[in-house]
């Protein structure tokens, strides 16, 4: 009956429509936005300051073309890595990776 229920979950999580997947995305902008406002803050500004530019140069409309590319590039990358997420990996880490590396040439010498 367990196993049943949570393979149902496994092929509900991975039968998620574009629209999910969009949502999922968005969902996920909301949170970071939430738990990093200062982030946020920087974004803002720096998409003031682009269009601030682009009107100082006459160049509104490349301006907002702009900065769409750049929302747009973020957003797909953003749902293709929720996408294709996995599981953590352990990485040693850089005293244990020394230590290795140390080990491993002294077996050599």
């Known amino acids: 009956m367990l196993a049943a ?12 429509s574009t629209g999910s997947r969009v949502t ?3 969902v996920r902008h909301g ?7 200062l ?4 974004v803002a500004v720096t998409c003031v300051r682009v269009f601030d530019v682009g ?20 957003f797909l990358t953003a749902v293709i890595v929720g ?3 996995r599981p953590r990996v ?4 850089l005293a244990e990776l020394s230590r ?3 080990t491993h040439r002294c077996d050599r010498e």
């Open 5 to 16: 229920i949570m393979t149902s979950a496994a092929t509900r999580a991975v039968r998620l």
């Open 24 to 26: 999922l995305a968005l």
């Open 31 to 37: 949170k970071i936005l939430r738990r990093y406002p």
């Open 39 to 42: 982030a946020g803050l920087i």
């Open 55 to 74: 009107v100082r140069l006459h160049q509104i409309p490349h301006a907002i073309g702009y900065l769409a590319a750049v929302w747009l590039g973020a």
């Open 83 to 85: 996408e294709t997420s």
């Open 90 to 93: 352990y990485l040693p880490g």
């Open 100 to 102: 290795l590396i140390t």
